[in-house]
C-alpha cells in the first residue's frame, strides 16, 4: 500500500498535485469520519483533537516561513509530530488512518516547502472535516 498522501506530482519541479487539496483532502476527510463513526464509546478523531494537530503544524510551518528559527531547529520538531501522534493513537483519540497520516506526511517534509504544502493540506482537510466528521 502506498502512502495516504502524496504532496507533489513532481517535486523537482515543485509542482503539487492538483488535486490534493481537493479530491484527496475530502477522501481523507470522509476516512477520518469513518473511523470516528466506527470507534464507538473511545471517540476517536474528534475534531477538537485533530485541530491540536493542525494548530502546530501551522505553528511550525510560520516558524519556518518567517525564518527566525534555523529549519534545522524546525525539523526536529516537525519529526515530533509523529511521536505525539502515536501518543494520541496510544489514548485512542486518534485513528490509525490519522497517525498513518502524520507519519506519511511527516516522511516527505524534508525543506520548508514540503512543510507549506503539509500545512495547507492540512487546511483542506480540515474544512472538509467540518463538513463529514463529528460535530463536536
Not at 21 to 31: G, Q, Y
Not at 79 to 85: E, S
Not at 92 to 118: A, P, R, Y
Request: charge should be positive; charged fraction near 30%.
Amino acid at each position: 500500500m502506498g502512502k495516504i498522501v502524496e504532496f507533489w506530482k513532481d517535486k523537482e519541479k515543485s509542482t503539487i498535485d492538483p488535486k490534493l487539496f481537493s479530491e484527496k483532502a475530502e477522501k481523507l476527510a470522509r476516512i477520518l469520519a469513518d473511523d470516528h463513526k466506527g470507534s464507538k464509546g473511545k471517540k476517536a478523531n474528534k475534531r477538537t483533537q485533530l485541530r491540536k494537530f493542525y494548530d502546530e503544524v501551522l505553528r511550525l510551518d510560520s516558524e519556518a516561513r518567517a525564518g527566525k528559527t534555523q529549519w534545522e531547529r524546525i525539523l526536529p520538531l516537525v519529526h515530533m509530530l509523529t511521536a505525539k501522534a502515536a501518543y494520541a493513537k496510544g489514548r485512542d483519540l486518534v485513528s490509525n488512518t490519522f497517525l498513518t497520516f502524520i507519519k506519511d506526511s511527516v516522511s516527505q517534509i524534508q525543506e520548508q516547502k514540503d512543510l507549506m504544502v503539509f500545512a495547507n493540506f492540512f487546511e483542506a482537510l480540515m474544512g472538509f472535516y467540518r463538513q463529514h466528521g463529528p460535530s463536536n
